[in-house]
Nanobody
Framework: QVQLVESGGGLVQAGGSLRLSCAASGSIFISHTTMGWYRQAPGKQRELVAT???????NYADSVKGRFSISRDNAKNTVYLQMNSLKAEDTAVYYC?????WGQGTQVTVSS
């Protein structure tokens, strides 16, 4: 059984930083899979934030380029999202996804 468990969300002031973690378990190995972070704000559709491929290539939404960084630790089977210079518009539930699997999400709230 595959599980993706996000953690690291919380309340932060604008300009602050947070690091999200996504721990994968079961028959999913992040070293072999493109993993992504997505977010969904109230009343909006879920949107792509960043992805990292099995060979380490990264891709970012224009709105987070230069502020967010996706990385992974294959030994821990964990994907990270470092978020710096946070803005109020980054407020959303952040989800980790890989293949057809999703985590439960972690809330990020940025106060202005």
């Amino acid at each position: 059984q595959v599980q993706l468990v996000e953690s690291g969300g919380g309340l932060v002031q604008a300009g602050g930083s947070l690091r999200l973690s996504c721990a994968a378990s079961g028959s999913i190995f992040i070293s072999h899979t493109t993993m992504g972070w997505y977010r969904q704000a109230p009343g909006k559709q879920r949107e792509l934030v960043a992805t990292i491929s099995s060979v380490g290539s990264t891709n970012y939404a224009d709105s987070v380029k230069g502020r967010f960084s996706i990385s992974r630790d294959n030994a821990k089977n964990t994907v990270y999202l470092q978020m710096n210079s946070l803005k109020a518009e980054d407020t959303a539930v952040y989800y980790c996804g890989g293949k057809t699997y999703w985590g439960q999400g972690t809330q990020v709230t940025v106060s202005s």
